[in-house]
């Protein structure tokens, strides 16, 4: 079983930046792909980006593309969503979910992760 816990969220001025965490506790996120998703209000959740198991490839949604990067420390066990010149839109609750070992399709779906966080709120203001 992995606990993922998300943080970092909170209130920020469109054009600001914040750096999501989703950390795991007594478990490695070493060799599980990693995906972040936001869902707001009165919306379906959406896929937001992803890491691959290696570490070696990131898939971004289109309306974050050059602002968010994903990055993951495998020696704190955590993965982090880097988010610059947010918008307004971008106003959701962020999920960070990982796969399990043998977990198949698309990173970009929510069908292929197992694991979830609580999620973390990002509001941001005009």
């Known amino acids: 079983q992995v606990q993922l816990v998300e943080s970092g969220g909170g209130l920020v001025q469109a054009g600001g930046s914040l750096r999501l965490s989703c950390a795991t506790s007594?478990?490695?996120?070493?060799?599980?792909?990693l995906g972040w998703f936001r869902q707001a209000p009165g919306k379906e959740r959406e896929f937001v980006g992803a890491l691959s198991r290696s570490g070696e490839y990131t898939y971004y949604a289109d309306s974050v593309k050059g602002r968010f990067t994903i990055s993951r420390d495998n020696a704190k066990n955590t993965v982090y969503l880097q988010m610059t010149n947010l918008k307004r839109e971008d106003t959701a609750i962020y999920y960070c979910?990982?796969?399990?070992?043998?977990?198949?399709?698309?990173?970009?779906?929510?069908?292929?992760?197992?694991?979830w966080g609580q999620g973390t709120q990002v509001t941001v203001s005009s």
């Open positions: 007594g478990r490695t996120l070493s060799g599980y792909a």
């Open positions: 979910a990982a796969d399990r070992p043998r977990s198949v399709g698309s990173l970009t779906t929510e069908a292929r992760y197992d694991y």
